[in-house]
């Protein structure tokens, strides 16, 4: 078993292996240490022992790529220089002759579009505007200020709709701020942009950073990857959907080994069959479901994860003083505003309330459920390389069906170029449409396919997906149980 997550221990390695011949080792040896207590990963040809590193700096998200070649992803999430921590993991070089799942053409791939990363950082595309985020805090700041004074300084019930529905759109455009400055697309310093991300993410939201970091951060990693059982943790937590929501057939039926007669049960055969029409109302509530692991998160009161549950109790918060002071004075603010300032009944606040949360939840996984639901899924054995793995999982947003670029660019904050974003996240949403260019030409010149919709189009196309997979199961589930 590995021993990667004692540093000293990765001291002595690296000097032993400095003052010796270097070890060598096999893909197939790599493979063997997949799990956070044996996790071995490969970065340019090199092998580093990463066990039980639960001190990573970005979580548990390392174990993602334990027994895997992590070089591009880590790329994808590094500032230059990182590579300098990595020293004290490291155990010995890759023989590159024992990888025989790439052919020659695999590998030039994999040189084509490291080269055109590297072009765009002479480029400058990963430099961010001040001016531009200094624009979109103060209209983000314009638009809770006017939804505050709509209930401070007038009476109508029209005016408290409107109120609640431009709250609702505020909260989705923290999102989209909280994203960028969490991904460090705004400043060299993280520590910055994780400061800045509390303000938009535990105080304007009431969502917890480190909750988000450590979800979100799992997905970019392994986006649209099947867990490999019912209770592991090892896939995309956007998609660990069940028992509301199933994205393949495999998922559809996972829950199966939770049972002792391996059936499904009443509850989950009624919701897979009717997935088609219950995502919608399931979207309406995910902001509570959000508030609620966040408020779990901040005060220690659980984990929304195994995965999660693991990093709190190896690392704790981060900055657990301001997560819980932000969360705090979120829903100081937010029970005034719901309340009118002491004006309104407890129903009529209520129903303000949940008219900005629904209407937020909606809004929020409209955007993010089109970049990726509907597309390809992967098991974690079967998955392809960084590049076609986070484009062939994406769907990019296009103006359409009346509703012009312009306003699918503002709605979306940045996700309309969902590919791009996942290829490289760190790049600055300002810079993302010239970024567009590049990507769509080089994916032309190797034969990579990526998809775009516009908002009525990627809609339709995940309902579909959703019904398809009920239509499946449903057939499978005649088949293998005829006497149901």
Same mark, same amino acid.
């Given at each position: 078993?590995?021993?990667?997550?004692?540093?000293?221990?990765?001291?002595?390695?690296?000097?032993?292996?400095? $003052?010796?011949?270097?070890?060598?080792?096999?893909?197939?040896? @790599?493979?063997?240490? &997949?799990?956070?207590?044996?996790?071995?990963?490969?970065?340019?040809?090199?092998?580093?022992?990463? $066990?039980?590193?639960?001190?990573?700096?970005?979580?548990?998200? @390392?174990?993602?790529?334990?027994?895997?070649? /992590?070089?591009? &992803?880590?790329?994808?999430?590094?500032?230059? #220089?990182?590579?300098?921590?990595?020293?004290?993991?490291? &155990? %010995?070089?890759?023989?590159?002759?024992?990888?025989?799942?790439?052919? *020659?053409?695999?590998?030039? +791939?994999?040189? %084509?579009?490291?080269?055109?990363?590297?072009?765009?950082?002479? /480029?400058?595309?990963?430099?961010?505007?001040?001016?531009?985020y200094a624009y979109k805090c103060s209209f983000n700041m314009a638009m809770w200020a006017r939804a505050v004074a709509m209930v401070y300084f007038s009476d109508s019930l029209a005016m408290h709709v409107g109120s609640a529905l431009l709250l609702g759109l505020f909260w989705q455009q923290c999102g989209w701020l909280a994203h960028d400055f969490l991904h460090h697309q705004v400043f060299k310093q993280r520590k910055y942009g994780d400061l800045v991300g509390i303000f938009w993410g535990d105080l304007m939201q009431g969502y917890s950073m480190q909750w988000w970091k450590n979800k979100h951060n799992g997905h970019h990693a392994v986006p649209n990857l099947h867990n490999?059982?019912?209770?592991?943790?090892?896939g995309d937590p956007d998609i660990d959907t069940m028992p509301l929501l199933a994205w393949s057939l495999k998922q559809a039926q996972s829950f199966r080994e939770l049972r002792a007669d391996g059936k499904d049960s009443p509850f989950v055969k009624f919701m897979i069959r009717w997935q088609a029409f219950t995502y919608f109302p399931i979207l309406l509530l995910a902001r509570l479901s959000w508030l609620n692991e966040s408020f779990k998160t901040a005060y220690g009161l659980g984990a929304s994860s195994e995965n999660a549950k693991?990093?709190?109790?190896?690392?704790?918060?981060?900055?657990?003083? !301001?997560?819980?002071?932000?969360?705090? /004075?979120?829903?100081?603010? @937010?029970?005034?505003?719901?309340?009118?300032?002491?004006?309104?009944?407890?129903?009529? $606040?209520?129903?303000?309330?949940?008219?900005?949360?629904?209407?937020? %939840?909606?809004? !929020?996984?409209?955007?993010?459920?089109? #970049?990726?639901?509907?597309?390809?899924?992967?098991?974690?054995?079967?998955?392809?390389?960084?590049?076609?793995? *986070?484009?062939?999982?994406?769907?990019? &947003?296009?103006?359409?069906? %009346?509703?012009?670029?312009?306003?699918?660019?503002?709605?979306?904050?940045?996700?309309?170029?969902?590919?791009?974003?996942?290829?490289?996240?760190?790049?600055?949403?300002?810079?993302?449409?010239?970024?567009?260019?590049?990507?769509?030409? +080089?994916?032309?010149e190797w034969g990579v396919k990526y998809h775009e919709a516009d908002l009525v189009e990627g809609t339709v196309e995940v309902l579909q997906h959703l019904q398809k997979v009920s239509d499946d199961f449903i057939v499978d589930m005649v088949k293998e149980f005829p006497a149901m």
């Open positions: 078993m590995g021993k990667g997550g004692d540093a000293k221990i990765g001291r002595k390695v690296s000097a032993s292996a400095s $003052s010796k011949e270097v070890q060598k080792y096999t893909w197939a040896e @790599v493979k063997k240490h &997949i799990t956070p207590e044996d996790a071995w990963v490969v970065y340019q040809n090199k092998v580093y022992d990463v $066990s039980n590193w639960h001190e990573h700096p970005g979580g548990a998200v @390392v174990f993602a790529h334990a027994g895997d070649d /992590m070089t591009d &992803i880590f790329a994808a999430f590094h500032a230059q #220089g990182s590579q300098a921590m990595m020293k004290k993991f490291y &155990i %010995g070089d890759l023989i590159p002759e024992s990888v025989t799942h790439k052919d *020659q053409r695999q590998l030039d +791939f994999e040189k %084509g579009y490291r080269d055109l990363r590297a072009k765009l950082v002479m /480029m400058g595309m990963f430099k961010s505007s001040k001016l531009y490999s059982s019912a209770v592991s943790q090892d693991l990093e709190m109790q190896r690392k704790g918060l981060q900055y657990p003083l !301001l997560e819980r002071a932000g969360v705090a /004075m979120h829903w100081a603010w @937010v029970v005034a505003l719901s309340s009118g300032f002491g004006r309104f009944s407890v129903a009529y $606040s209520l129903a303000y309330f949940l008219t900005a949360t629904c209407s937020c %939840g909606l809004f !929020l996984a409209l955007v993010f459920g089109l #970049g990726h639901n509907g597309m390809a899924t992967y098991d974690a054995t079967t998955r392809p390389d960084f590049w076609k793995l *986070q484009v062939t999982t994406t769907r990019n &947003i296009t103006g359409g069906h %009346g509703f012009p670029q312009f306003f699918v660019d503002w709605l979306c904050g940045g996700l309309q170029y969902q590919v791009d974003h996942h290829l490289f996240p760190m790049m600055p949403r300002h810079n993302l449409a010239k970024c567009h260019k590049l990507v769509e030409s +080089f994916c032309k």
